[in-house]
């Protein structure tokens, strides 16, 4: 903790970075994102379990951009949407610093992809043995139970788009849930519209998802929205070996093919 | 449900599937009615999006065709299409909806009487699953 | 109306859910659904969760659905015949155990929808709805429903509210007109009050505030561009807020099917970025913060000036559903205390 | 307010005799925002025609929909009907009522329903059709031809011949690749240099042609009518002008012992050389690997000599840019050399040696001045064994292909030794002969029956030297698997054809794609065999597959025929079917984020990245952007976008979902 704050105060004073993006102390023992411009505004910085959020997301806001260059409070799956967020020619080389907080505590300043990526790869970047299984638990359901699960939870989406909201992949300056030459998705939140939403940002996300989960805990009603994500992590896997946020130059999955990719389902 | 005629989209690149429909017909083969065409330059071309909006509007199946692998007009737009619908199909079943609504094949511009087969089986496959309640109950849902 | 105290047990509760439902009463109540609760339309007194502190959404969708229809329409031969929805097959409701500040709200609903020309809709289902309040016996850090003149135990908006005396008695305090008469259909059930005493059951939730402050601050801070960014920063502009929000009232239309389809009215947010984009492809609020402050202005400044009636009842649940945790209330604490 | 006008064909009795016609005619004129609909006999007619253009006249349609034929039928007939009568051919769309309906289902209410189903699709498809102009794309008429060999020579000429400028770039300090290292040429046995140097002395001096030697490709950008390419000239160490190409230089080197490459190794050459008499341009360079002054500082015996004073020492490369509207590639192709065939022993016998190196050993130019006498020790070889497919069609040498030229060569090889040695022993292993070709099967007929050449069906396992002999053992399989054991004085091994070292990279540097053997991949197999996936880049010769020469010939001229004919107009016109971007007003531009997912899945290299700029010169955002020259339409990239920020003209996602819904709903007012 004082290392990531002597670090913030260091960075600033050195102007090496105009802000440091990092959390603070939220409602009820929370944990929120905080934007240090001051050095001595670096007190207030705390790192613990409670720290969640996926700050990369500010990386896309165009008002945190416009305040100059900024060292990032990095958990993993900050890094990974780094990484992934590179591949897709939204950040370049230096143009943020990300500070890893590994297993002992002590802050790991990242300044290049290359170095995000080094670190990133000695992680253990699989679905967690316990996210498998609640997968399974799903899977092994019958289709019409699955079909009522996900009318159920679909039927109480609100279409707030804090889901899209919260997700730093979720850039895009114009969703397609806002074209409306043609309306692709229904702007209504009734059953049909919520579905369609929810299947296009699960396909969006395909390959491209790191699953920080944010995108569920930003939901209101509660709605389980990772499991879409994480059953498509598996398959973009287990199809076509490949992992999003791993490496800043890679050519997207879902826009590459094999030529030997998985034929049994076409006639 | 015998009674029950479905209602069935194509969605066909117009090098091979579509040539291979138009082969069907002069060679006068006979298939269902039940099945319209839709044509695309390629099936690399046809967005997921679009068979949502099939099934929402009503259709009870869909066939998606295009070139065999190495066929492709564009060299590689099938390959593409085929990366795609492998996402969104294991997508789908995870949300329990029934993938054996979309036949997805390869046609190719000689192959007329696969065609003529594809739309005989496919219709008669989605005549015994019955009309696709499962999706179109949802129109209206939610609506006070 | 003078207000009138009763009592009912709470196993008579059952009773009365099942005399309503009987009468064709649709019945709105908290539910728990996977660790939260929220609105929900339910059938029978299990199903209700009173021991949280307050539901993610409001009870708004009682008046002010999610989505509804508006009217239908059928387009042949050139001629377009359209179906107004008939306001008179609306059914009854019952909203039950909804918050004093969410009653309250109810107020604020009707001030915008009934402001310049009534809307018919709104005005049926307003018609239509009895409102059974259940008063506060918790608060939590969220709760600022006394700095806006509320209170834990307020009956206003209420037709009936509960108070839990903790003895297996409720205090039911008939507020209305409406409130006597469904205490009179469910004769039998409610008795006498032995107490009227009900400040001891009732949550504490201290004055955060100035309300009267607000305004005359938030006029002078609108060009204050920095202030806003300062406050925003974190704000990633979903429409949580505004969907949870009990007096949120900005809606969308939107026309579904081809030659025949309907008319439908759903909620909108103006923390959108969409929602003020012109087809020009100008956008009068650009920035995050603009919006934000238009959040603000227009519950604290614009519908106290316009309708005569704040935009916020204190209930918190912005802040609790806020995915990066922005805190109204410490929002509008630095407002009252921001030296223009 | 649309105003469609839908014209129903019977097609004789093709379409009306299972579809009720009027009533198809009847429910389309009910469907909103048509103004117009009949039905006729036969639409494609002259009256059938006339009928459509003067109801776009008089009705003043908005769009037509043809009900009748497939669109892949008469499209462009009826688009062309329209445009004659000032309506954008691209708003006229086919419904297609008899391929896909009439002709496939029987006479029933379901049939009519289908076609009233298929003419209201796409009476909402064209209300969403957009006037398109076609694509003209300006052509620079200069060709650039890489890779100066027979492919390479041919293709430039047919170009010049056509009056179209010609840059000809040669990474050798001579064309004439390995053609004019070759003897005689089967199945005529007609001297090579004797049919190539005249070719390549035309291509000197062709006005037309401008040839760059011992230079190569740098870099090529832009695309198909514009490419900007950048030539390497290496430095030669001379001063080309002044050189009179008298060789008095090359006489005078002391180095004298380098091994030549033209030789194939079997003969030297000085460190300054011409690489062959007849080689064009005849002018020397100084090979600076080897030359005593540029290793040790001294010499300049050369430069003494020169009587012109031709010597450059201190030359460097130059880069020489140049504008172009198409390009060759006809970069050849290699032999496999060296250990590859450790069981062989090559490399490892001097007697062992690969066909090129054979070529020059029977050449009057070679080493030997062609006397057939062995590298080892120069005696006459009593016996020789020729190996086919040394390599070739061997998965364990990873090279599964059959190099298709070694069962002619071998047989010529073979025949060529038999008559310089009269009383020589010629044997071949083999183990199919393809002599598919014209005189090809006839002419190995005459290596056989007139020249007893030995042919043994069966691989070889292995070449050892036992006193002074090359053994080799193989099988004839024709005899039961009979193992086989020569005592050859030489073995001639007919190694794999293999893509150039460079190939790789000059595919690279040109964006064209290529197969697991490095071989340049053609647009289509079978229908394109010339093109490449790249706009305006073309295939002659063995860097597409090994080739002989008829064959490398011919493909020359059909690239060459292709160039000419896009050079033959001012401008490319192209169909506007193409994908597009998004662009909007300020302040955003354009709904496009730039993630370039498009640019992966792009098949044409046709999505650029395009800086958008505000007037303080600052970069706002980098967007993609479609080089209409390269797209091709399939709109793979726009099903990918997933803010939809691509679209693609004539199957937008306006037109498309339109469709889609209208095919899926009836309105009331039809069936």
């Known amino acids: 903790m004082e290392t990531l704050k002597n670090k913030a105060r260091e960075l600033l004073a050195a102007k090496t970075v105009q802000v440091v993006i990092g959390y603070g102390r939220g409602s009820g023992g929370s944990s929120r994102a905080m934007f240090i411009r001051d050095p001595r505004q670096a007190d207030d910085l705390v790192f613990d379990g409670a720290c969640l959020q996926n700050l990369a997301v500010y990386l896309m806001k165009p008002e945190v951009r416009k305040l100059g260059k900024a060292a990032l409070v990095a958990i993993p799956s900050t890094l990974r949407t780094i990484l992934q967020l590179a591949a897709e020619n939204q950040v370049g080389d230096h143009d943020l610093l990300a500070l890893a907080v590994n297993a002992a505590g002590a802050v790991v300043p990242l300044a290049t992809l290359n170095a995000i990526e080094t670190h990133v790869a000695a992680l253990d970047n699989n679905l967690s043995a316990a996210e498998k299984e609640e997968l399974q638990k799903y899977e092994s359901m019958g289709l019409d139970q699955r079909r009522q699960f996900w009318e159920e939870q679909f039927s109480r989406c609100l279409k707030c788009y804090a889901c899209r909201a919260a997700c730093p992949l979720c850039y895009c300056s114009r969703c397609t849930v806002e074209c409306n030459q043609p309306q692709w998705i229904p702007v209504p939140a009734h059953d049909l519209g919520n579905l369609e939403w929810n299947i296009m940002r699960a396909m969006h996300l395909a390959g491209r998802c790191v699953n920080c989960g944010d995108c569920s805990r930003a939901c209101p009603v509660g709605i389980p929205i990772y499991l879409l994500n994480q059953k498509l992590i598996g398959e973009v896997f287990a199809n076509f070996n490949f992992r999003s946020g791993m490496a800043a130059k890679t050519d997207n999955v879902m826009s590459t093919f094999k030529p030997n990719d998985l034929e049994d389902f076409i006639r | 449900m015998s009674d029950f005629n479905p209602k069935i989209v194509a969605f066909v690149c117009n090098w091979c599937t579509y040539a291979g429909a138009d082969l069907t017909g002069t060679s006068r083969m006979k298939y269902s009615p039940q099945v319209s065409i839709i044509r695309f330059p390629c099936t690399g071309r046809i967005d997921f999006m679009l068979l949502l909006k099939a099934f929402a509007n009503g259709a009870d199946g869909i066939i998606v065709s295009g070139c065999h692998p190495n066929d492709c007009h564009y060299s590689s737009g099938n390959f593409h299409a085929r990366r795609r619908w492998i996402i969104f199909r294991a997508l789908l079943d995870f949300l329990g909806i029934d993938v054996r609504r979309v036949q997805f094949s390869w046609v190719s511009a000689a192959e007329g009487a696969k065609w003529a087969e594809l739309v005989n089986s496919t219709a008669d496959h989605i005549r015994q699953l019955g009309p696709f309640s499962g999706y179109q109950r949802l129109r209206g849902l939610g609506v006070e | 109306m003078e207000t009138e105290n009763k009592s009912i047990r709470r196993d008579a509760l059952e009773k009365l859910f099942s005399q309503w ?320 | ?529 010339v093109e490449t996936n790249t706009a305006g880049i073309f295939l002659a010769g063995a860097c597409q597959a090994p080739k002989d020469i008829p064959e490398a010939v011919a493909q020359a001229s059909g690239a060459a025929s292709k160039v000419a004919a896009m050079f033959s107009q001012a401008e490319l016109v192209r169909e506007p079917l193409i994908a597009v971007v998004d662009r909007q007003a300020p302040p955003l531009y354009s709904t496009c984020v730039g993630c370039f997912l498009c640019q992966t899945s792009c098949p044409y290299q046709a999505i650029e990245k395009e800086e958008i700029h505000g007037r303080d010169g600052q970069l706002i955002k980098t967007v993609a952007k479609v080089n209409p020259g390269l797209c091709q339409g399939c709109g793979t990239c726009v099903a990918l976008c997933r803010s939809k920020s691509i679209d693609i003209q004539g199957f937008s996602h306006e037109q498309v979902y339109d469709e889609v819904l209208a095919l899926l709903n009836r309105g009331e007012s039809d069936v």
């Open chain 3, 21 to 340: 439902l009987a009468a064709g009463k649709r019945i709105l109540a908290p539910k728990k659904i996977a660790d939260k609760t929220d609105f929900a339309w339910i059938r029978t007194l299990d199903e209700v969760n009173l021991d949280q502190v307050q539901t993610v959404q409001s009870p708004k969708t009682a008046i002010f659905p999610r989505v509804e229809e508006l009217f239908s329409f059928k387009s042949s031969d050139g001629l377009v015949q359209i179906r107004d929805r008939d306001a008179a097959a609306l059914g009854e409701i019952v909203v039950f155990g909804l918050r004093p500040c969410d009653a309250a709200a109810f107020a604020a609903l009707k001030a915008i929808f009934t402001w310049d020309c009534p809307d018919r809709l709104f005005s049926a289902r307003l018609e239509k709805m009895t409102v059974i309040g259940v008063a506060c016996a918790r608060a939590d850090e969220y709760c600022f429903c006394t700095s806006l003149g509320g209170d834990p135990g307020a009956t206003a908006g209420s037709d009936i509210l509960l108070t839990d005396m903790e003895n297996g008695q409720f205090l039911a305090e008939i507020v209305s007109e409406r409130g006597r008469q469904a205490v009179q259909t469910a004769s039998g059930l409610f008795a006498p009050a032995a107490t009227r005493e009900k400040e001891s059951h009732l949550a504490k939730v201290e004055p955060g505030f100035n309300a009267k402050a607000i305004a005359p601050v938030l006029a002078s801070l609108f060009d204050d561009a920095a202030f806003w960014e300062e406050q925003s920063r974190r704000c990633v502009g979903c429409g949580a807020c505004a969907y949870v929000c009990p007096t949120c009232a900005c809606f969308d239309i939107q026309d579904e099917g081809g030659s025949s389809g309907k008319r439908l009215r759903c909620w909108d947010s103006c923390g959108f970025q969409l929602f003020t984009l012109h087809t020009s492809g100008h956008n009068p609020r650009p920035l995050q913060s603009q919006r934000w402050r238009q959040r603000l202005m227009h519950k604290f400044a614009y519908m106290p000036e316009r309708q005569q009636v704040l935009g916020c009842v204190g209930c918190g649940r912005c802040s609790r559903a806020c995915p990066v945790d922005m805190n109204i209330l410490e929002h509008l604490r630095a407002i009252a205390e921001a030296k223009p």
């Open chain 4, 1 to 529: 307010m649309a105003r469609i006008g839908v014209f129903v064909c019977l097609c004789g009795e093709n379409i009306s005799a299972t579809v009720d016609v009027q009533k198809v005619a009847a429910a389309a004129a009910k469907i909103p925002g048509v103004a117009h609909s009949v039905e006729y006999k036969y639409m494609c007619s002259d009256p059938g025609q006339q009928m459509i253009q003067n109801a776009i006249k008089e009705k003043n349609l908005t769009g037509v929909v043809v009900a009748a034929c497939s669109p892949r039928m008469h499209e462009p007939t009826f688009r062309r009907a329209c445009s004659e009568a000032g309506l954008n051919p691209f708003l006229c769309e086919m419904a297609n009522i008899r391929e896909h309906c009439s002709w496939v289902h029987e006479k029933s209410d379901a049939t009519t329903n289908k076609a009233i189903d298929i003419v209201r699709t796409l009476v909402a498809k064209v209300k969403k059709n957009k006037a398109l102009q076609p694509i003209k794309v300006p052509v620079t008429k200069t060709a650039l031809v890489i890779g100066g060999g027979i492919a390479g020579i041919q293709a430039s000429l047919d170009i010049a011949n056509c009056g179209h400028k010609v840059i000809l770039v040669e990474k050798e300090p001579s064309i004439g690749g390995h053609m004019s290292q070759l003897s005689e040429t089967f199945p005529t046995l007609d001297c090579s240099q004797c049919i190539l140097t005249p070719r390549m002395v035309e291509v000197a001096q062709h006005a037309n042609i401008t040839l760059y030697s011992y230079s190569e490709l740098e870099s090529l950008d832009g695309f198909i009518g514009n490419f900007k390419a950048r030539i390497r000239k290496k430095a030669r160490s001379l001063d080309e002008k002044l050189c009179t190409g008298c060789g008095l230089c090359a006489l005078k080197c002391p180095l004298k012992k380098i091994p030549s490459e033209f030789d194939a190794g079997l003969g030297t050459r000085p460190a300054i050389y011409v690489p062959f008499p007849q080689a064009v341009p005849n002018k020397p360079v100084i090979d600076r690997s080897h030359c005593t002054y540029y290793l040790k500082g001294k010499c300049r015996l050369c430069e003494k000599v020169c009587p012109t004073q031709a010597i450059r020492f201190d030359q460097e490369d130059e880069i020489v840019e140049a504008e172009v509207g198409a390009v060759v590639l006809a970069s050849g192709f290699d032999i496999k050399h060296g250990d590859f065939f450790p069981e062989y022993g090559y490399g490892k016998y001097k007697d062992v040696i690969d066909g090129l190196q054979f070529e020059r050993l029977a050449s009057a130019s070679g080493p030997t001045l062609g006397e057939m006498r062995r590298p080892s020790d120069g005696k006459v070889p009593e016996t020789v064994v020729f190996v086919a497919c040394a390599g070739s069609r061997d998965p364990a040498k990873g090279i599964e292909y059959c190099s298709k030229i070694c069962c002619m060569y071998t047989a010529k090889h073979a025949m060529l030794y038999k008559h310089k040695v009269h009383q020589g022993k010629p044997y071949v292993f083999y183990m199919d002969i393809r002599a598919g070709g014209k005189m090809y099967e006839e002419f190995v007929r005459r290596a056989m029956e007139e020249d007893g050449v030995q042919y043994i069906r069966g691989r070889v396992s292995r070449i050892y030297e036992r006193g002074g002999k090359l053994i080799v053992k193989g099988a004839d399989t024709l005899l039961g698997a009979r193992p086989m054991e020569i005592e050859a004085d030489m073995v001639v091994l007919a190694t794999a054809g293999v893509a150039n070292a460079g190939a790789e990279e000059l595919a690279q540097k040109v964006h064209v794609s290529y197969d697991s053997y490095y071989f340049y991949s053609e647009a289509h197999p079978k229908l394109r065999p």
